[in-house]
């Protein structure tokens, strides 16, 4: 069964950095590209990073380039988004997904509030 | 950047009914829009990828068509466990969904 479990959201102030991650279970990770995307609440869906197999090509919608990095893992199966220069806009509910095409399974979500 | 437009954003209908969302691209996708699920607090649940293929485990009444810029998600019957709200991706060039569709029943 795939599973993914994602970690590190919480309460930031603007300005400040937090990382999240994502550990994956029931399937090869290391053969998937992952993404992240994310929630606003009681908002829309929003694309965040998608990453390659190996690590080497990431994606980026314009909000959060230069702001955001995604990476991974894959000894450790697990998928991470570095998330500095932090706004209130960037409070949201973030998800992982693998991303086999289309992103096909999802974790629960992290809780991610920007807020002094 | 390639833009979504979903319609409706609000649908009420009864069980057994068949009903249908809209999703417009601003160019060409091709054959790669996809259809989710969402429940009140849940992940989103993929329903159906590029176009009209059923995901694993999805019932049978969801169905896609469509190509190139218009795509359509139906289910042919509705049933009280499909109250949720869908929404559209394109994931030609980058992800981008729609805006959604709260689907109700009456």
């Known amino acids: 069964e795939v599973q993914l479990v994602e ?5 930031v102030q603007p300005g400040r950095s937090l990382k999240l991650s994502c550990a994956a279970s029931g399937f090869t990770f290391s053969n998937y590209y992952m993404a992240w995307v994310r929630q606003a609440p ?22 959060v380039k230069g702001r955001f990095t995604i990476s991974r893992d894959n000894a ?21 997904a693998r991303q086999g095409g289309a992103p096909d399974y999802w974790g629960q979500g992290v809780m991610v509030t920007v807020s002094s | 950047d390639i833009q979504m437009t979903q319609s409706p954003s609000f649908l009420s209908a009864s069980v057994g009914d068949r009903v249908t969302i809209n999703c417009k691209a601003s160019q060409n996708i091709n054959k790669y829009l996809d259809w989710y699920q969402q429940k009140l607090g849940e992940a989103p649940k993929l329903l159906i990828y590029n176009t009209n293929s059923l995901h694993t485990g999805i019932p049978s009444r969801f169905s896609g068509s469509g190509s190139g810029t218009d795509f359509t998600l139906t289910i042919s019957s509705l049933q009280p466990e ?3 709200t869908y929404f559209c991706l394109q994931h030609n060039s980058g992800l981008t969904f729609g805006s959604g569709t709260k689907l109700e029943i009456k």
Not at chain 1, 7 to 11: A, D, K, M, R
């Open chain 1, 42 to 63: 009681k908002k829309g869906l929003e694309w965040v990073a998608t990453i390659s197999t190996s690590g080497s090509r990431t994606y980026y919608p314009d909000s």
């Open chain 1, 76 to 96: 450790k199966s697990s998928l991470y988004l570095q998330m500095n220069s932090l706004k209130s806009e960037d409070t949201a509910t973030y998800y992982c």
């Open chain 1, 7 to 11: 970690s590190g959201g919480g309460l």
């Open chain 2, 82 to 84: 499909d109250v949720a």
